[in-house]
């Protein structure tokens, strides 16, 4: 069984479970998404915070010259405490408080994603009592399936995000009018976890033809969000370490005029490969017809598999024995606290390092202290 690298003589001394990133990986990605907009100046990567809001891991997306996706005041306040240009900041988000669209006004960000017209109206109230013009693009629901889980779909007519896409015009009209807005362009996201290009084919189809018609309409689109959406492939994280950066951007360079500026907010495709949940057995369990590894990691640390039945790579660093089948699971008290099951792993003893893969995206951001268990620290390889 083909097993990541880990430094196991240093995580002897450290208390479990814990996040471990790996920040030669993450320098890797940012890489590569470099040099895969190189060649378009009039695009901007933004980094989703929500996938992983470390202040080490965002000072280093920082410094690769990315901007920041936000969607809650917290967010745009840990990306400006971590160095985020002000500018490069984009809000998006169903239901911004007052206090967080005044602290983002204040803060002179680059873009409110703006998700209904009752909220368009609500920021143009609070930009013009500061004396401020808000800039503004309307995040348009597409009505675009995209190939995921259905608990991470944003883009159909039924999602709570978002403006559908035929009543686009009028709230955009709504937003010229106002002279504490200042209208930009569109915003769209359609889902999370895509693998197949053609989902993000079928956005660039519905982008062109929507941004076509109101310019007609003598509606002007200076530039366009895309949102992000790239998955990654939780399975092989070590054949595959990386996302699919050049089929990404390559549908979007083939199929939106070369000219037009572009927004893009990736988050899962940056950290999730760099981050790794440790963990320890603490006992093996022998049932009727199943056999148990309880690792002292649960629910709490990492809840994709619990609420989205996701699955994570699951490997035993400390056993080359044989492989046998387990059920993986945590020590919270609840049924749905599981890993994995039949996983099959080297055969597994109390106090063996379990690695969980690919946990470096909404493993720590959605962590909890349920059932109060303290959150899991993190380790960094640097």
């Known amino acids: 069984m083909l097993k990541g690298t880990y430094p196991l003589d240093r995580f002897q001394g450290l208390q479990t479970p814990f996040y471990y990133y790996d920040t030669q990986l993450l320098q890797l990605t940012l890489d590569a998404i470099r040099d895969e907009v190189k060649d378009r100046p009039q695009w901007q990567v933004h980094y989703a915070v929500k996938a992983n809001h470390n202040p080490v891991l965002l000072k280093q997306i920082v410094a690769a010259g990315l901007g920041a996706d936000c969607v809650s005041g917290g967010e745009v306040k840990a990306a400006l405490e971590a160095g985020f240009p002000p500018q490069s900041i984009v809000y998006a988000g169903v239901g911004k408080a007052d206090w967080e669209i005044l602290l983002a006004l204040d803060a002179g960000i680059g873009r409110f994603n703006v998700e209904s017209s009752a909220e368009l109206q609500v920021i143009a109230s609070l930009a013009a009592s500061k004396g401020l013009v808000a800039p503004v693009s309307l995040r348009v629901n597409p009505d675009i399936g995209a190939h995921t889980l259905a608990g991470i779909t944003t883009g159909l007519a039924e999602n709570k995000f978002g403006i559908y896409h035929g009543m686009v015009e009028e709230v955009a009209r709504e937003a010229l009018a106002l002279s504490s ?14 693998l197949e290009m053609p989902d993000f084919a079928a956005l660039c189809n519905r982008i062109n033809d929507l941004t076509d018609r109101l310019e007609r309409a003598g509606i002007p689109i200076a530039d ?121 792993l080297e055969e597994c003893h109390r106090g063996d390092f379990i690695a969980i893969r690919s946990a470096g995206a909404y493993g720590e951001s959605m962590a909890s202290q349920y059932n109060c268990r303290p959150l899991a620290p993190a380790v960094f390889s640097e």
């Open 181 to 194: 807005v200042r209208f930009c362009g569109l915003h769209f996201h359609i889902g999370s976890q895509i």
């Open 224 to 344: 366009v969000n895309v949102g992000g959406g790239l998955g990654i492939e939780y399975g092989h994280p070590n054949h595959l370490p990386m996302a699919n950066f050049k089929a990404y951007f390559s549908t979007y360079k083939r199929l939106l005029p070369a000219s037009r500026p572009v927004h893009f907010e990736l988050g899962r495709s940056i950290v999730a490969p760099c981050g790794t949940l440790i963990t320890r057995v603490l006992y093996v369990k022998e049932g009727l017809a199943r056999r148990f590894a309880i690792v002292d990691a649960g629910m709490n640390d990492l809840i994709r598999p619990a609420l989205y039945h996701a699955s994570h790579r699951i490997e035993n660093l400390s056993s080359n024995g044989p492989e046998l089948p387990y059920d993986v699971v945590g020590p919270c008290c609840e049924s749905s606290d599981v890993f994995g099951k039949d996983i099959l």
